[in-house]
């Protein structure tokens, strides 16, 4: 019998998925909201699967929310659902902003609503971070340079107001560039992994660019230490990176020595962000110092695993 209670939104996501993982392999009892428009209960591993609650409810769906947290009177509430991938978000403000900010405020509303002792851990990104040449700590000047990161830096802030209304525990989590098995957005890494099964010619966007690239499973820990801190009471902001900053040829570079192959990158268009900055970059010395938490997957051990399954179902990275 699973005691502790956990609700997570978009747990059938990408880093959802790891974290529900996780979260079951720590014994607990995990319910999730996701309405499955990218996530799929086929990025839970069958034996986790099965332990697994799965409500299949649109975050914006107030009165579904706060049904769930009713019965489940969950110690800690995982908000991970949003919609991540950057050319969607341009491409289509009003839905990005409806999703994650709007969405972000339904969850709340229903937490308030059941007026539970749940604290919430929220997934941010470092894309709320204003562009520079050093690595950011949390306190570092804040200002998105995409409608993605204004989504993030929006939800930050309703949380920030809703500690203050209630006094919940706040965890925040912002994180850098994640990869790994089962990605349900089509970023570079799933992007260059896919063709290299059936190219050497590979259709890519600017390389030259600098990110920091943080294993899914390294994410997943650092999310459980975030959930287990945010209890205290507070409100707790982490970056949750890996502090090393590659480029995109430096990927390539990986995964050709991973496969014993050389590749040739072609330029493609469609794929350059006009928002790209040219570096993003962690520095984890707080979650290292409170957390006892760093990455620590290298880059090369990350790609062997996200190769054998580099996008969740259905995803497609053409275009």
Not at 110 to 135: L, M
Not at 137 to 146: C, H, L, N, R, Y
Request: contains cysteine.
């Amino acid at each position: 019998m699973r005691d502790r209670r956990v609700v997570v939104t978009g747990g059938a996501g990408f880093v959802g998925a790891a974290l529900c993982t996780r979260l079951v392999h720590e014994d607990w009892s995990v319910s999730v909201i996701d309405d499955c428009r990218l996530g799929t209960p086929a990025n839970w591993p069958s034996d986790v699967a099965s332990e697994i609650d799965h409500l299949k409810i649109d975050i914006r769906d107030g009165e579904g929310v706060e049904g769930v947290l009713r019965a489940v009177q969950p110690e800690i509430v995982y908000h991970l659902a949003a919609i991540h991938f950057i050319p969607l978000c341009d491409a289509q403000p009003a839905q990005a902003i409806d999703v994650n900010v709007t969405g972000t405020q339904r969850i709340l509303d229903a937490c308030a609503r059941v007026s539970s002792d749940s604290s919430i851990v929220f997934t941010s990104s470092g894309a709320v971070y204003a562009p520079s040449s050093n690595a950011h700590i949390e306190t570092s000047a804040v200002g998105p340079t995409d409608v993605y990161g204004h989504t993030k830096l929006w939800g930050e802030q309703l949380l920030r107001l809703h500690h203050l209304k209630t006094e919940a525990g706040i965890g925040v989590a912002r994180l850098f560039n994640v990869f790994g098995p089962g990605e349900t957005n089509p970023h570079f890494i799933p992007a260059v992994l896919v063709q290299v099964k059936v190219a050497d010619t590979l259709q890519l966007g600017n390389l030259t660019t600098r990110r920091d690239y943080v294993f899914t499973d390294d994410v997943a820990e650092a999310l459980s230490l975030i959930g287990a801190n945010a209890g205290t009471g507070g409100l707790l902001t982490f970056n949750v990176g890996s502090e090393r900053a590659l480029s995109g040829e430096d990927v390539l570079d990986a995964v050709a020595t991973l496969l014993g192959r050389r590749f040739s990158p072609a330029i493609d268009s469609r794929r350059v962000r006009p928002s790209d900055r040219q570096l993003l970059l962690s520095d984890c010395t707080h979650a290292r110092e409170r957390l006892g938490w760093s990455a620590r997957t290298s880059l090369a051990d990350g790609l062997e695993v996200a190769l054998a399954r580099p996008l969740a179902q259905g995803v497609d990275v053409s275009g």
